[in-house]
């Protein structure tokens, strides 16, 4: 089992930066998918980034390519979320997400019944 935590949201404004991180315990980090999702007031909570477990293999919804960058430190347990270039409606609750699998392709991932374990989230707020 693994314990995901969040961290780095925070009040910016349009056209800013952030980094989300996302800690998990345990010795095993490297043999998880991590993604991130997000969720904003009012909607389903929906896919940003995945990664592969070496960090070979990214995958990203089109509402963010090229603006977000997912990545990952095994040596730390942890993986990021760089987020540059924000609009408002990328305002939401950021979720860390771990599935201990195998990278099957990008579009498996996109699913949220694809992980197992979630994090508590992080509130990200973009004001225009």
């Known amino acids: 089992q693994v314990q995901l935590v969040e961290s780095g949201g925070r009040l910016v404004q349009a056209g800013g930066s952030l980094r989300l991180s996302c800690a998990a315990s345990g010795r095993t980090f490297g043999s998880y998918v991590m993604g991130w999702f997000r969720q904003a007031p009012g909607k389903e909570r929906e896919f940003v980034a995945a990664?592969?477990?070496?960090?070979?293999?990214?995958y990203y919804a089109d509402s963010v390519k090229g603006r977000f960058t997912i990545s990952r430190d095994n040596a730390k347990n942890t993986v990021y979320l760089q987020m540059n270039g924000l609009k408002p409606e990328d305002t939401a609750v950021y979720y860390c997400?771990?599935?201990?699998?195998?990278?099957?392709?990008?579009?498996?991932?996109?699913?949220?019944?694809?992980?197992?374990?979630w994090g508590q989230g992080t509130q990200v707020t973009v004001s225009s």
């Open positions: 990664i592969s477990r070496s960090g070979s293999y990214t």
């Open positions: 997400a771990a599935v201990d699998a195998l990278w099957y392709s990008g579009s498996y991932y996109y699913r949220e019944t694809s992980y197992r374990y």
